[in-house]
Every structure is written in C-alpha cells, then in structure tokens.
C-alpha cells in the first residue's frame, strides 16, 4: 500500500488504508504489511526536477516487498489508487505505476488498481486511472460513482483469478447481484456515453487547470495545482521558497468559500490541499464562478497575511 492511500472502512481495508490507520484513532498496521513512499512530485523525496523520480518512487514499492519476503511474509498484492485522493489529490510521475508493477509481480504479487475515487472518465483523458499509466491491473475495484449516489460496487479480474473462487466451497452473497443495482449502474453508464460527460471533463478540467494556474501565478500561497479532468487538488503553501504547508490558509478559504455557496474540502496529509472533484456535469460557467469566488477569497487580509482579521463575505 501506499502513504496517504484509502480503500475503505471495513478493518480488513483499514488494515491497508495508510490515510485511516495513522489518523485519530487508528492503530499499528499489521506486520503482514508495508507502506510504501507516496509519488508526490511537489512536496516528496523524489520532486519533479528529478528525471529518475517514477522509478526511484517505484523502487521503494520493490523494497517494501522485499521487506515482507525477508520476514516469512509472502507478497499478496500491490493495493494504490490509480491517482490518490486522501493523500492530497496525487498524480504519479509517468511511467511510476509500470515500474511499481513491474517491481509487484517479480515479487510474486498481484497488483490492484483502486478506481473507486478516479474512474468513470472523471478524468477526462481516459475512462480508467490506470490507463494514464499504461498498465493493466490484476483486480480493479469500483464503487461510488458508479451509482451515482445509489450504493453498488463491482470488482472486475481476470478469468484465471476469479476461477480460484471454484474451489467448491459456495461463494454466496444475500445483496450482491442486486437487479435494481445493476440496472442503475446500466443507467449510469448510458448518461456517461450518452450525455458525452467523460469528453466534459476533460474540456471543462482542462480550463479549470488553467485558470487555476493562473490563480497560482497571482496568489503566492497556492504551491501547486495538479490533476486532471474533473479530478484537481490546489495545496496551499506559507512560502514557495520552502513549501511548508498552510492548513490554516486552506481551512479559512473552504470556509469563505462555503459562505459564497462553493462547496469543497479539504486533505492531504497536512491537510493543505483542497479537492476539487464536482459532478461530471460541470460545465465551463461553473468552473468561471468557481475560479473568480477563489481568487476574491485569496484576496482576503487574512490570507494576504496583511492582517488576522476575517473581512466579512
């Protein structure tokens, strides 16, 4: 697994869920895991003046594993979201995921792409995560989006894997397979093709990047702005000289925000990254309001560092 990942809330999944099991209340991970370093070009070890980063990221996924070997532990899986959301809205450097497969299966391991956060064209350039990348996954997770609100998940393999199943022990489920579900699900799908969303995020993220950037060129406490499509993360730095993260900065503007009717969150494991992952139907005039009410908010004395006092909205 890696930093800052997040696969669920079952103590199976927290078990692997870095973002849950080092936050309140969480608890030492099992021994049978390892953590590996999140790709994090901006603010990581390894940044993006480093032309070896993907593979020096990667190399660390191939030490967890040899970790886990060194101490009787078989390697199971690979587990990372395609693109990470908890960890503050992560793109990996190209070639990070080819590298850390390649490093996964040498071990023995499956890898599993968690598409729960990122798929359904949310990203604009391709339907799945993963295909950024140019991988092909062992196990791809799905959820979420998939039902637009109505609760349904699917987890898609290969044939040889999922005929480990028929072992003759009765795999047996009193919800799954639901119709209902799976017609919604069909829904859900036609309005993606139908409605051309997938094509919609990618022309609408891509002119949200850039008036994010813009922003970013006029404001000095964005450090960073990255993502793609529908799926954007702005983390908000004291000083782009040394990048220490600005949680307070980033709380004041969501609740600015809130007040302008703009609702996003925040994470990251500074909490210093704002989320922006709207409904696939957000369009170019949804993007212009958000992109003017966040520069009026970054105008503030408050995040000017002018003065602590709040203006009033």
């Known amino acids: 697994m890696l930093e800052g990942g997040y696969h669920g809330n079952t103590p199976g999944l927290i078990d692997v869920s870095h973002y849950k ?140 894997i999922a005929e480990t199943f028929d072992n003759g022990m009765e795999f047996f489920s009193s919800f799954g397979g639901n119709p209902v579900s799976a017609v919604i699900a069909l829904a859900v799908l036609d309005i993606l093709e139908d409605e051309k969303l997938q094509a919609n995020a990618a022309t609408v993220g891509t002119a949200l990047k850039t008036g994010l950037n813009t922003l970013m060129r006029s404001h000095s406490c964005i450090g960073d ?46 909490h210093n990254v704002i989320k922006i992952k709207p409904p696939m139907s957000f369009s170019e005039s949804d993007a212009e309001r958000l992109i003017s009410e966040l520069d009026q908010v970054l105008a503030h004395d408050f995040v000017q560092g002018i003065s602590l006092i709040q203006p009033q909205d």
């Open 21 to 160: 099991f080092t936050g309140s209340g969480g608890h030492t991970p099992p021994p049978w895991t390892r953590t590996a370093l999140v790709p994090d070009e901006f603010r990581g070890c390894y940044r993006r003046d480093d032309p070896s980063r993907a593979t020096l990221y990667a190399a660390d996924v191939g030490e967890a594993f040899r970790q886990l070997d060194s101490e009787g532990h078989h390697p199971a899986a690979f587990l990372s979201e395609s693109l990470l959301s908890c960890a503050g809205q992560i793109e990996p450097p190209q070639g990070y995921l080819t590298a850390a497969y390649e490093h996964a299966r040498a071990a023995g391991a499956l890898c599993i792409a968690d598409e729960i956060q990122v798929g359904f064209g949310r990203l604009g350039s391709h339907m799945w995560g993963f295909e950024t990348q140019g991988v092909v996954p062992d196990i791809v997770t799905l959820g979420k989006p998939m039902g637009n609100g109505h609760p349904i998940g699917a987890v898609v393999t290969t044939p040889e």
């Open 225 to 270: 702005v990255r993502g793609r499509g529908l799926f954007l993360g702005v983390e908000f730095v004291e000083s782009g000289a040394t990048l220490e993260p600005a949680p307070a900065i980033t709380q004041y503007v969501v609740e600015h925000l809130k007040k302008r009717g703009v609702l996003l969150s925040f994470d990251g494991p500074d």
